[in-house]
């Protein structure tokens, strides 16, 4: 895995915040309403006078059976509530409170802006808040519940991926601004993204834009067990859909046993490395390579991810890059670079034989790692070649 660079996302996380946070304040004001009303503090009069832009009528409907039309509203009683609802609503109701404190571990800007070490201590805290209620959540977490739905449509990631939010604040122009274009997971697929002008003009206003393909936005916490987490800037992950949707889907990886691509990268020791099965290899035969990783020392974290993203078996369909790679160094021995190196140097051209090698076998430079498909295959394979003589 490859660690995704502080310069493409510095500041970015307060941009995605301050886009969001107005929908996010006025969001969790509608449930603290929702819970007044089951306490029996307000009527569904003063329901609609304390609700901004965001109803939520299909939640309400849910919850509510007297509700047929978004008219009906207004007429909201205690007695038509879900009991389930009206168990908890002081409970659900003090942790929304929490979300609005600037003082508390679970503050919504938190929540959004936190490093992903921290959010799972913000996940404890709700969780240890949410102790009395018994059928809400158990050992392994929030259970499928109302409580579930408000964070689902708080933290609202089918918005963030459609029409988006303030300013149409949405995952293309996350994506965008992150210009992350190869799978930060694998290092393998494209991720770029693309979109352009609709009728050829040039403008930097979202409804001016057409969109075209962007990564998949994996959750590094799944949305399943922690949905407080669907908008977290840092839980974000722009990835390919094979790692996202193939291999990793709904399972977790977990923090202090995985790497993750804005905190850490495969350790430094860990290189793509083959092994000939046959004397044929060294004539560049695909079929008598066999690719693997060698390790200088031991990781945990590198170790879980390159298991958990079958890195080592995917990468055996690429050995036509490290035969490729073998058949070139087999005619351009460090004699031949020799002989190019004086040949240049003589018409003016000067350059050193570490120059050639790299120009010949174009070499990825480190910072051109994480944006270049196979860039750490590449830049390993050919850093063994060159020792060879």
Not at 91 to 98: R, T
Not at 115 to 141: A, F, R, W
Not at 348 to 354: A, I, P
């Amino acid at each position: 895995m490859i660690r995704i660079p502080e310069k493409n996302y510095d500041g970015l996380e307060k941009i995605h915040f301050d886009n969001i946070k107005d929908y996010l304040e006025d969001a969790i004001n509608f449930y603290i309403n929702c819970c007044n009303i089951a306490q029996k503090n307000i009527d569904g009069s003063q329901y609609l006078e304390n609700v901004k832009k965001y109803k939520h009528f299909n939640t309400i409907k849910s919850w509510v059976s007297a509700v047929i039309s978004e008219k009906d509203i207004k007429n909201i009683e205690y007695d038509n509530m879900i009991p389930e609802f009206k168990r908890y609503s002081k409970k659900v109701n003090d942790i929304l409170v929490q979300m609005l404190n600037k003082e508390s571990l679970i503050y919504f800007a938190n929540i959004i802006l936190s490093k992903p070490p921290e959010l799972i201590d913000i996940y404890n805290n709700i969780i240890n808040h949410c102790t009395e209620m018994e059928s809400l959540v158990n050992e392994k977490g929030m259970e499928d519940s109302f409580l579930k739905d408000i964070f689902y449509k708080i933290f609202n990631y089918d918005r963030f991926t459609t029409n988006g939010f303030l300013n149409s604040w949405n995952a293309y122009e996350l994506c965008e601004r992150l210009d992350i274009n190869v799978c930060p997971y694998c290092n393998r697929i494209y991720t770029f993204t693309i979109r352009k002008s609709r009728n050829n003009i040039i403008s930097n206003t979202e409804k001016d834009k057409i969109n075209i393909i962007r990564p998949e936005l994996d959750h590094y916490f799944p949305q399943s067990k922690y949905p407080m987490f669907a908008l977290s800037f840092f839980n974000l992950i722009p990835c390919c859909k094979i790692c996202n949707s193939s291999i990793k889907g709904q399972k977790e990886l977990r923090i202090d046993e995985n790497l993750h691509p804005y905190i850490n990268e495969l350790h430094e020791s860990y290189e793509f490395d083959y092994e000939p099965l046959d004397i044929s290899a060294f004539d560049g035969r695909k079929e008598n390579i066999k690719i693997r990783i060698s390790k200088g020392a031991k990781d945990l974290k590198s170790d879980n991810n390159l298991k958990f993203f079958h890195i080592e078996t995917i990468y055996e369909r690429h050995r036509d890059v490290v035969a490729r790679l073998i058949s070139t160094r087999k005619t351009y021995t460090d004699s031949v670079l020799e002989e190019i190196k004086d040949l240049l140097n003589s018409h003016g051209k000067v350059t050193s034989t570490d120059d050639l090698f790299n120009d010949l076998f174009n070499k990825p430079k480190p910072h051109e790692v994480l944006n270049t498909s196979l860039g750490k295959l590449n830049k390993d394979i050919i850093s063994k070649l060159k020792k060879i003589k």
